[in-house]
């Protein structure tokens, strides 16, 4: 399935993995931001009793 | 209803958390397609053999790195005239997305001339400028960090965006401005002239093209949620103290 990349296999291939780890980073990062700043606002709203956004 | 509407961070969210389900599922689809068919199903080059695979991820992130900085100097116009916060904090969700695309831009830029053109790096007008772009990018973030007031930090990163809007064009532009260097001009704009890019390739290529818009759209939306609940997080923060 994997096609015959030949002589450039290394350049073709370090340049999707480039992609995937920058771009799976980035995801990765924007989601970890997301839960914890849900959960610092969750339990800040949750002290001063209010549930807005 | 007007599309000022939107900038209330409340609407925004409402808003975004219908959009972005789909804007993700679309990612997904469109990208995976785009890449797959890119990576197994395209023939090799018979000048670059399987280096051209490496055009299906270079392309969309380098045509995406200046599209990321026109966006954000339309949402730093906007914060600049309007003062709406919500555009201020989708420039500064964008900037880690631009500078992203930025870096894979080059580094497959690198890794398909080494082989193709003998060189890692030349000091070309398209990759200098470029080059110069991930720079602003970097002082772009550095400066939204270094500021503690946050309508501080906006306006003095929308001037900054508005300056390296100069480079943002030269990027783009670089090749048609200065003859020279071993950057080729565009060849995407150029099928049915002279020197196009064969069909088995250019379906695939604007397929990952759209691909990455779907894709940037997404983690900006994303990143903005993130950006307007830490602002709230802040203010309540303060409003604790102050009791």
Not at chain 2, 60 to 82: E, F, Y
Not at chain 2, 157 to 178: D, H, I, M, N
Request: charged share 15%.
């Amino acid at each position: 399935m994997i096609p015959d990349l030949g002589k450039y296999a290394a350049a073709v291939g370090w340049s999707y993995a480039a992609f995937i780890v920058i771009i799976g980073g980035l995801i990765a990062l924007t989601i970890y931001q997301r839960k914890s700043v849900r959960r610092a606002l969750k339990e800040v709203e949750s002290r001063m009793g209010r549930h807005d956004v | 209803m007007s599309l000022w509407e939107y900038a209330n961070p409340k609407k925004f969210m409402q808003l975004s958390g219908k959009v972005m389900p789909w804007t993700i599922l679309l990612t997904i689809l469109v990208l995976g397609i785009g890449l797959v068919w890119g990576f197994f199903f395209t023939a090799d080059d018979y000048k670059q053999g399987s280096t051209v695979k490496i055009i299906f991820i270079h392309v969309p992130t380098a045509m995406m790195a200046i599209n990321a900085w026109v966006m954000m100097l339309v949402a730093s116009l906007i914060w600049i005239i309007r003062r709406h916060h919500v555009s201020a904090l989708a420039a500064k969700a964008a900037a880690p997305v631009g500078l992203a695309f930025t870096l894979i831009a080059l580094i497959t830029g690198a890794l398909w001339g080494q082989p193709m053109w003998g060189t890692w790096w030349a000091w070309d007008p398209r990759l200098t400028s470029f080059l110069i772009l991930c720079l602003f990018y970097l002082g772009y973030i550095a400066l939204w960090a270094a500021v503690e007031d946050q309508d501080t930090a906006a306006d003095l990163t929308a001037v900054l965006c508005l300056v390296g809007s100069v480079f943002a064009v030269l990027s783009r532009y670089a090749v048609k401005f200065w003859n020279q260097g071993l950057h080729q001009d565009s060849t995407i704009l150029k099928v049915g002239e002279k020197d196009p890019i064969a069909a088995a390739y250019y379906i695939p290529l604007l397929i990952c093209a759209l691909g990455m818009v779907l894709l940037f759209v997404s983690l900006v939306l994303a990143r903005t949620r993130n950006e307007i609940r830490a602002r709230r997080l802040a203010a309540l923060l303060a409003r604790e103290r102050s009791l």
